[in-house]
């Protein structure tokens, strides 16, 4: 299994981006993948996720109403849709595929696959 992202880059305050999440794994509709993001010196935060269909989906407080994430399952990407950026959510943003099928865990240690991360630039 193996998930690559991309979408990042760098935006002005109140812009939008579009990440990306692509996923090799002939089992990608069976488990939730999830976004994270880092800056330096912090731990790696629950950004939002998505259960086995969009239908379900998990955010942290500081996004809700700003970012989508949603689901692919014929195409096997997860995309995340990032509004009315902030500064604050500036970082390096990884998505990542749990094995926990009923729930979107927000602990990154519950995730067993991770992609390489892509920089997200918010400027004031």
């Known amino acids: 299994v193996q998930l690559q992202a991309s979408g990042g880059g760098l935006v002005q305050a109140g812009g939008s981006l579009r990440l990306s999440c692509a996923v090799s794994?002939?089992?990608?509709?069976?488990?939730?993948v999830s976004w994270f993001r880092q800056t330096p010196g912090a731990e790696r935060e629950f950004v939002a996720g998505v259960g086995r269909s969009s239908g379900s989906t998990s955010y942290t407080d500081s996004v809700k109403g700003r970012f989508t994430v949603s689901r692919d399952n014929t195409r096997n990407t997860v995309t995340l849709q990032m509004n009315s950026l902030k500064p604050e959510d500036t970082g390096v943003y990884y998505c990542a595929r749990t094995r926990i099928q009923y729930t979107i865990p927000t602990v990154p240690g519950l995730y067993d696959v991770w992609g390489r991360g892509t920089l997200v630039t918010v400027s004031s």
């Open positions: 794994s002939r089992t990608f509709s069976s488990y939730p």
